[in-house]
Each structure stands twice: as C-alpha cells, then as structure tokens.
C-alpha cells in the first residue's frame, strides 16, 4: 500500500495526534447515548466560544448530511437554492439536494466559484409567480471549489441580498478553517458577523477523523432540526466520539493551527510551480488547493507516482490539495518528480 502523502485531497490527509488523544479520552467507561453526555456539553460550550451562546449545533456524520439537511431546514419542496455550478451542491452530492429536499438548483456559472449579487438579482423576479420555483436560499462554498476565498464584503453583500429579499443564507464551510486563515480572522467574523444565517462547518479535511457540524445563528431556524437530522440517519448513538473531536478541534488553535499550515504548503507548492515553464497556475492561490494547467502528455506519468484529479479536462487544468500534515519535503519531492517527468 502506498501511504506517500499526495496532493490528490486533503480527505486523503490523516488524523491530528490531539484527535486521536480526545477519541482515546472518550473511550474510556460508558456515557448516555444521542449525545446526553459531557462530551458533547463541552464541544457545544467550545462552539458558543466562537460564535456565541445562542446559538444552535447539531453534529452529523458527514459533509453533504451537514450542507443538504442544513437547507432543509430552510427550504420547502416548492423553493430554490442558488448556488454556484462547480458547487458540492449541483457536482458533488449525487443529487441529494434534490432527492432529500425536493428543492430546485438554480445554477450559476462561475468561472472562480464565486457567486456574486449581478449574477443572482436577474433571477428574482420570479417572486409571487405560482409558476415558478421560489427562491429562498443563497449557497455558497467558502474557500470555493476554486480554492478562492471571499471576502468579507463579499459575504455581507451576498447576505443583504438575500435577506433584503426574504431568503436565507447558507454557507458551505467544509473548509472555513483555511478561509479564516487566509483572511486572518476569526471563525464569527466571517459567518454570523456577515451574515450567515445556517453553515455547515467540517472538520474532516483539516486534522478530525469523521464528523460535521450544523450551526444555526437563529433559533427560529432550528426549532425541529432534531427531528431533520434523524429522519436523515445523522443521529449518532455514540456522538461522544464526534463531539470529543471537535472539543479538541476547536481549542487552542487547533483548526486555526493545522489551517495556517495547509495555506502555506499551498503557497510554497505554486512559488515552485510557477518556476517551471509549462505550467500555468489558473486561480488565486487563497487557501489550500492549486488549480494549475499541466501539459497533457505528461498527466498520467505524474499521477502514477503522486495522484491528483484531473479538474477541467481543457488544458487539463489539475487539482492539487495540501493539507495539514503537508510537509516541505512532500511538496519538494513532487517537484522533482514533475520536473523529471517533464524532461524527459
């Protein structure tokens, strides 16, 4: 088996020590199931930490439970989602969206994945027409699947929209710890101080070994999510496993920490890429991924020795993801791999 650390996803990365530790920790005796127990009390405590104490989260097993049962709670079978086309939403959840909520996408070119308000204001004069599917949510990935991140003005723009317009707004922050680095703000500043109404906020993808969270920043919202996220098999009976890795998340920089880390590798790998001619890095280098044109011909030797995915097959634009146990060797390594194969 090949455990070479790769450029492929950070889903691919491994398990922070401290995460191991909390899950160690929590294994010890036995605890109330469906998340009665001290361990999750501590995790939500850590949550309110950082958004503050009235609001709501929910604990689920994976990203597109926490991103497709989060608008459910929004939505009705008669309403629409605006998002992005190169959203986890429309490209990556096997039509959940649709089969779980009924919902219709209303799809957005992007060719950075940023949405923005020009874009969605010609699509809301449908309001009122018993014809047409109501649009009722704004979705938006952040760092987008781009790898570009917006800004905060960006966030709070989006969101006056929206509620200008009596819709909610739902942020998919599989990623919001490496956005929150890269911006060099807190978790807050960038949801519920912008305007974000329900985000998913995952931890997978940045030192945790499973779990995603719901955070509702309005009660209102959240009053029969219990009930949503069972009918959608996302209760978890041991959630003492789930919640003790986010105590440990959440604390003492953990997430901002392993965050900070993966940006950086992300910068170190495009300074050397763009030193080889032949490649051409094709967006903003603002979190964790680089999306870069390598010549065809050579696609395939290189992903025999470091796998990546393929992301547009015109050019082919290429996908590479550092994580938080990146190192400096990983990404020199690749290099020389790329380097020698290009040569020859």
Same mark, same amino acid.
């Given at each position: 088996? %090949?455990?070479?650390?790769?450029?492929?996803?950070?889903?691919?990365?491994?398990?922070?020590?401290?995460?191991?530790?909390?899950?160690?920790?929590?294994?010890? @005796?036995?605890?109330? &199931?469906?998340?009665?127990?001290? #361990? /999750?009390?501590?995790?939500?405590?850590?949550?309110?930490?950082?958004?503050?104490?009235?609001?709501?989260?929910? #604990?689920?097993?994976?990203?597109? &439970?926490?991103?497709?049962?989060?608008?459910?709670?929004?939505?009705?079978?008669?309403?629409?989602?605006? *998002?992005?086309?190169?959203?986890?939403?429309?490209?990556?959840? *096997?039509?959940?969206?649709?089969?779980?909520?009924?919902?219709?996408?209303?799809?957005?070119?992007? $060719?950075?994945?940023?949405?923005?308000?020009?874009?969605?204001?010609?699509?809301?004069?449908?309001? @009122?027409?018993?014809?047409?599917?109501?649009?009722?949510?704004?979705?938006? /990935?952040?760092?987008?699947?781009? @790898?570009?991140?917006?800004?905060?003005?960006?966030?709070?723009? =989006?969101?006056?929209?929206?509620?200008?317009?009596?819709? +909610?707004?739902?942020?998919?922050?599989?990623?919001?710890?490496?956005?929150?680095?890269?911006?060099? /703000?807190?978790?807050?500043?960038? /949801?519920?101080?912008?305007?974000?109404?329900?985000?998913?906020?995952?931890?997978? !993808?940045?030192?945790?070994?499973?779990?995603?969270?719901?955070?509702?920043?309005?009660?209102?919202?959240?009053?029969?999510?219990?009930?949503?996220?069972?009918?959608?098999?996302?209760?978890?009976?041991?959630?003492?496993?789930?919640?003790?890795?986010?105590? &440990?998340?959440?604390?003492? %920089?953990?997430?901002?920490? %392993?965050?900070?880390?993966?940006?950086?590798?992300? !910068?170190?790998?495009?300074?050397? =890429?763009?030193?080889?001619?032949?490649?051409?890095?094709?967006?903003?280098?603002?979190?964790?991924?680089?999306?870069?044109?390598?010549?065809?011909?050579?696609?395939?030797?290189?992903?025999?020795?470091?796998?990546?995915?393929? +992301?547009?097959?015109?050019?082919?634009?290429?996908?590479?993801?550092?994580? +938080?146990?990146?190192?400096?060797?990983?990404?020199? @390594?690749?290099?020389?791999?790329?380097? $020698?194969?290009?040569?020859?």
């Amino acid at each position: 088996m %090949n455990h070479k650390r790769g450029f492929a996803s950070d889903n691919n990365s491994g398990i922070h020590n401290k995460i191991i530790e909390a899950i160690q920790k929590a294994n010890e @005796g036995h605890c109330i &199931a469906y998340g009665d127990d001290q #361990f /999750t009390e501590t995790a939500v405590d850590r949550f309110k930490e950082h958004f503050g104490d009235d609001i709501d989260v929910y #604990f689920l097993f994976t990203g597109t &439970a926490s991103n497709v049962l989060g608008l459910k709670a929004l939505t009705r079978s008669f309403h629409s989602i605006i *998002c992005t086309e190169v959203s986890h939403l429309n490209v990556d959840e *096997c039509g959940a969206p649709e089969n779980f909520l009924g919902t219709k996408l209303v799809i957005i070119s992007s $060719k950075d994945g940023k949405l923005r308000r020009s874009q969605i204001e010609p699509l809301l004069d449908v309001f @009122g027409n018993e014809h047409r599917a109501q649009p009722k949510a704004i979705s938006i /990935t952040q760092p987008t699947e781009m @790898g570009t991140v917006y800004s905060i003005e960006e966030i709070k723009d =989006l969101a006056r929209l929206a509620h200008k317009n009596g819709m +909610w707004f739902h942020m998919d922050g599989a990623r919001i710890a490496n956005a929150a680095a890269s911006l060099g /703000t807190d978790l807050k500043t960038i /949801t519920r101080d912008a305007g974000v109404d329900v985000l998913s906020l995952g931890g997978t !993808k940045n030192g945790m070994m499973v779990g995603e969270a719901v955070v509702f920043f309005d009660k209102k919202i959240s009053k029969d999510f219990k009930y949503i996220r069972k009918q959608g098999m996302q209760l978890g009976s041991k959630m003492r496993y789930l919640s003790a890795q986010f105590e &440990a998340y959440l604390s003492d %920089n953990l997430w901002l920490n %392993n965050a900070k880390h993966a940006n950086s590798m992300a !910068k170190l790998l495009a300074s050397e =890429l763009e030193k080889i001619a032949g490649i051409t890095i094709t967006q903003k280098v603002e979190a964790n991924g680089v999306f870069a044109i390598i010549p065809q011909e050579h696609v395939k030797a290189i992903q025999k020795e470091y796998f990546f995915y393929v +992301w547009i097959k015109e050019g082919p634009v290429v996908r590479l993801m550092t994580s +938080w146990d990146t190192t400096e060797d990983d990404v020199i @390594g690749f290099i020389k791999t790329l380097k $020698k194969i290009m040569k020859n």
